[in-house]
């Protein structure tokens, strides 16, 4: 087994915690909070996701820079835009600062004041997340086929 195809490994195993946890928090937990108008169903996922979500977003941002660094593609390629490989990297990046930026607001704005009064502005950080992280993993599928152009 070559180092690259480790760090894939390690990275489709965070994509499928992070995935796989929003997707859940999507469609099973944030449907049933906002029919029963409680807050605490959301609050309760959050504490039990949060400890092995958060490394698992780490995993794959150190994973997947590693795995383009492999690629030829260094810092100063990323936003360049001009291979197929770099444009999926330039957008995952991006789309990964969005994840940030969504997390951030989340974490420090609305979490600590959930109530039954902004449960839908909660509502709306948890889809647009999740969103994210499904096109995030549409895009690595693409590299394998030389990117898009
Ligand atoms: C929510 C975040 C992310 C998710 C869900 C995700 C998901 C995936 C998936 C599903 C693949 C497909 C692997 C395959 O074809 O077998 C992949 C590949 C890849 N990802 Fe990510 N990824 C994420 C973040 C990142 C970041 C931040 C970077 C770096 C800038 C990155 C770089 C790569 C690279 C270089 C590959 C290609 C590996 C290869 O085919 O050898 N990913 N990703």
Partial sequence: MTLHHLLLILHLLAA?????GHLILSIRFLP???????????????K??????MPALLLLIVTGIWMAYDFGLKVNHWFSFLSGIGMVISIKLIL?????????HARFFVIPKL???????????????????????????????GGIH
Avoid: C
């Avoid at 990964?96 to 951030?104: E, P, R, V």
């Fill in 48 to 53: 039990q996701y949060e400890p092995i979500g």
């Fill in 96 to 104: 990964l600062l969005l994840t940030f930026a969504f997390a951030i």
């Fill in 115 to 145: 109530s039954k009064h902004n449960l839908k502005e909660m509502a709306v950080h948890i889809v647009a997340v999740t969103v994210i992280g499904v096109a995030m993993l549409i895009l690595g599928s693409t590299i394998r086929y």
């Fill in 16 to 20: 499928s915690i992070w995935v796989g």
């Fill in 32 to 46: 049933r909070a906002l029919k029963q108008n409680d807050p605490d169903i959301i609050s309760n996922f959050e």
